[in-house]
């Protein structure tokens, strides 16, 4: 079924609760499932970085949520600045990701993140909207949050004639993205018996 929703830009004080429901968006999801295999000790690590992503996202980018109640996010980089710092991860906190995850989760997840960071950048043009992250929480999923929550910088892409690009280790999402424009540009495996992926690319719509 889907329903009407309203979206809005993310307000600071909703940071908390948008890293509690992208928590229950990814629980399941491969790829935190390779990083964390412990169901237990994924659940709280990923609220922990979750809600330090979104705080990146509302200061270095672009998120959008849905009005009222929090029911998901997408969280969005510019195109002049998609790139993941450093610097920046250290004013939000994810500098601290190695110890809050454990030496072999964050090994994990370096082995993914440089997996798709070579192909990110060999995948679509240096100018373009990256959707880093993108999660309902589950009651409300199939119910079109999703694709209103991912509208306004699709629209906006459109507008500039610029890409927009993903990463996904969900299978279910494949045809979700491809009903919004989105075309798979590579299908693999992250090395060490990492999660199936698919980069993705969605030329603008004139």
């Not at 000790?41 to 959008?64: N, P, Q, S």
């Not at 370096?110 to 679509?124: G, Q, R, T, Y």
């Not at 999923?141 to 004639?161: K, M």
Request: hydrophobic share 35%; proline share 10%; aromatic share 10%.
């Amino acid at each position: 079924m889907t329903t009407q929703t309203e979206v809005v830009p993310l307000a600071a004080p909703q940071v908390e609760a948008v890293g509690e429901v992208l928590r229950k968006a990814f629980y399941d999801n491969p790829g935190p499932r390779y990083v964390q295999p412990d169901d237990a000790k994924r659940a709280h690590e990923l609220t922990w970085f979750m809600t330090r992503a979104t705080r990146y996202g509302h200061i270095y980018g672009e998120v959008y949520t849905t009005a009222g109640k929090v029911e998901g996010a997408a969280i969005w980089l510019p195109p002049d600045d998609w790139e993941i710092t450093p610097n920046r991860s250290k004013q939000v906190g994810l500098d601290e990701l190695p110890s809050i995850i454990g030496a072999e989760a964050f090994g994990r997840s370096s082995i993914m993140a440089n997996h798709w960071e070579p192909l990110h950048k060999l995948d679509v043009a240096p100018r373009h909207w990256y959707l880093w992250l993108l999660g309902v929480n589950p009651p409300r999923q199939g119910q079109g949050v999703g694709s209103a929550l991912i509208q306004p910088v699709l629209v906006r892409a459109d507008a500039e004639g610029l890409p927009c690009y993903l990463e996904t280790a969900e299978p279910r999402n494949v045809p979700f993205y491809q009903r919004h424009g989105f075309e798979v540009v590579v299908e693999g495996d992250v090395p060490n018996g990492g999660p199936h992926f698919w980069t993705m690319k969605r030329e603008p719509v004139r």
